[in-house]
């Protein structure tokens, strides 16, 4: 029972911003595992005695991919944007019908509610005495 333990306060999320010497032995770190596991390959590609002309053709073809994902991407993101942009101006026309509809609203409704609003303080100057006698009788 002893060995368990609390580690809430293990669990905050506190992000701290790495060093540039962090930063340095991390790319250093990166490369060095670039540089074995090319090698590594190197390695493994001898070992399998393929024919030059075949990795050459694996090589293109694997540029080839690489571009072709690094298209798709691009277009996908650029498709993404577009999609953002139509969404921004529709809600900007839809805020401007809206509003365009409130003050035409307001526009054509006032003269009624102020007619209504005058005809309301007339029948309160005609009525007020005569409600208070009514309620007396």
Known sequence: EEEEQDT???????????????????????AQLATAIAAAQAAEQSGLELPTSLLHQISEWEQQQSAAEADWRAQQMRLHAELEERKRRLHELQHGQRKKFRDGRDLELNPLYNEGSSLCLELEKLLCGKLCRFREN
């Open 8 to 30: 809430s306060a293990d669990d905050t999320n506190v992000q701290m911003k790495p060093s540039a010497d962090d930063e340095a032995s991390t790319s250093e770190q990166i």
